[in-house]
């Protein structure tokens, strides 16, 4: 199978590239499209990464290809990572509906060619944010099942390391999902954590340590705070300020830490180019498997009994053709509430650029895809791990 990244010189798809061939993802035999822009800068980075990682990785490198158009794209899956980006440095935010209104035309020259000259067979993975609109002109453009945004795996996989660390465990003993919009919105589901080695009350007792008397009730607020503490310490002291995120919670570790990653000035490429690989081989795979990721759902899970519609970081089956069920497990009140917000502020900055759920009908465009039931939640002991495979059992409740 080909794989195609979009904005491959940039930050984030430079390293998707680079560990798509370390990891030997990718065949020799399968090929490799670099993305770029037809102007100057762009293609000249574009033709030059790919002589670099010739050079770098010739002997287990797939075939190496450069297109410049949005019509020369042609791949099984598309990793998106082209648009603007917020700057990486102190206090220099961008607001979401801006970067929604800079990222919307890249979205929209990719999703129209892709329709009109691709195979109809494509999955997408939205890297670029804001990731909840690649997710929606996409799938609006290509059809629902064939589109998942990265950001909730990436969360899901902070909210897991952070867990374990807090634990003194490894990181494949965590189960447990975040949900919700990519960032600072996200919703970390405490109700799906999952602690190999544990039965329910050891599992309660340990996260109800960790999570120190605290609800989603005040997360929003917890985090304004954190950034606004964090500012004034690293305006002296970087690595105290990391050292800072070390004392906090779990949950609130999982948004510190990458926010100030970023504004330090180092980014965060290498965590986001690892999420996104993991997903790109769980495609090629061949299996299905449960991930998090930002989807656009049209009904098919319910949160306080009303059917959730609208692009969502939810725990999704993962396979080749793209994803198929909803697992959410029934979830904590603090949960819900904090759930249902986000999805009305996601819905808020995508109608701004007329992709809202009243404005983006993009149920429509669901095409063809595996005949499956709606799904209301998976039984009590929760999805299974972090890679886990799906099986019959699994699907139906089987222990993790």
Same mark, same amino acid.
């Given at each position: ?33 670099l ?9 000249r980075?574009t ?8 050079d770098?990785?010739?002997? +287990? ?5 450069v /297109?410049?158009?949005?019509?020369? !794209? ?7 990572? /082209? ?42 993975? !939205? ?8 997710? /929606?002109?996409m799938?609006r /453009? ?29 990181r +494949? ?23 190999s ?11 109800a340590g ?13 985090? !304004? ?5 964090l ?30 990653? +970023? ?16 997903? !790109? ?92 039931a ?27």
């Open positions: 199978m080909d794989v195609a990244v979009l904005g491959a010189a940039g930050d984030v798809g430079r390293q998707v590239c680079t560990q798509l061939i370390e990891r030997r993802v990718l065949p020799t035999s399968s090929r490799l499209q993305v770029g822009r037809a102007d100057g800068e762009s293609a980075a033709h030059g990464l790919r002589a670099d990682l010739i770098a990785y010739d002997e +287990h490198a797939p075939l190496l290809d /297109a410049l158009s949005p019509d020369d !794209v042609v791949a099984d899956v598309i990793v998106v990572a /082209a648009g603007r980006t917020t700057p990486a440095r102190p206090g220099a935010a961008t607001p979401r509906t801006q970067l929604a209104a800079d990222n919307l035309p890249v979205f929209e020259s990719y999703a129209r060619a892709i329709a009109e000259r691709g195979s109809g067979h494509e999955v997408v993975i !939205v890297v670029s944010n804001p990731v909840e609109l690649g997710v /929606a002109v799938a /453009a290509l059809g629902r099942h064939r589109v998942i945004g990265m950001g909730a795996w990436l969360d899901t996989l902070r909210f897991r390391r952070e867990l374990a660390v807090s634990l003194g465990l490894r +494949h003993r965590i189960g447990g999902f975040v949900a919700g919009q990519h960032g600072e919105d996200l919703v970390p589901l405490w109700s799906t954590v999952r602690i080695g544990l039965d329910a009350d050891e599992r309660r007792n340990a996260l960790l999570r120190r008397g605290r609800t989603l009730d005040t997360f929003s607020d917890e985090i !304004v705070r954190a950034q606004e503490l500012t004034q310490v690293a305006a002296d002291d970087t690595g105290a300020a990391f050292d800072l995120i070390g004392s906090w919670p779990p949950d609130l570790r999982v948004v510190a830490r990458p926010w100030m990653t +970023h504004t330090s000035g180092a980014k965060t490429a290498n965590g986001t180019a690892n999420a996104t690989v993991s997903l !790109v081989d769980t495609l090629l795979d061949g299996r299905d498997t449960v991930v998090a990721a930002q989807v656009a759902l049209d009904g098919e899970v319910t949160v306080t009994g009303a059917p959730l519609d609208g692009v969502l970081g939810v725990p999704v089956v993962l396979g080749p053709e793209g994803w198929t069920r909803v697992l959410l497990d029934e979830l904590a009140p603090d949960e819900e509430r904090r759930l249902l917000a986000c999805r009305d502020r996601i819905d808020t900055t995508l109608a701004h650029v007329g992709f809202g759920r009243a404005g983006g009908d993009m149920a429509s465009a669901d095409g063809p895809t595996p005949d499956v709606p799904t209301r939640s998976v039984a009590a002991d929760g999805p299974p791990p972090e890679g886990a495979a799906v099986t019959g059992s699994a699907l139906a409740g089987g222990a993790a």
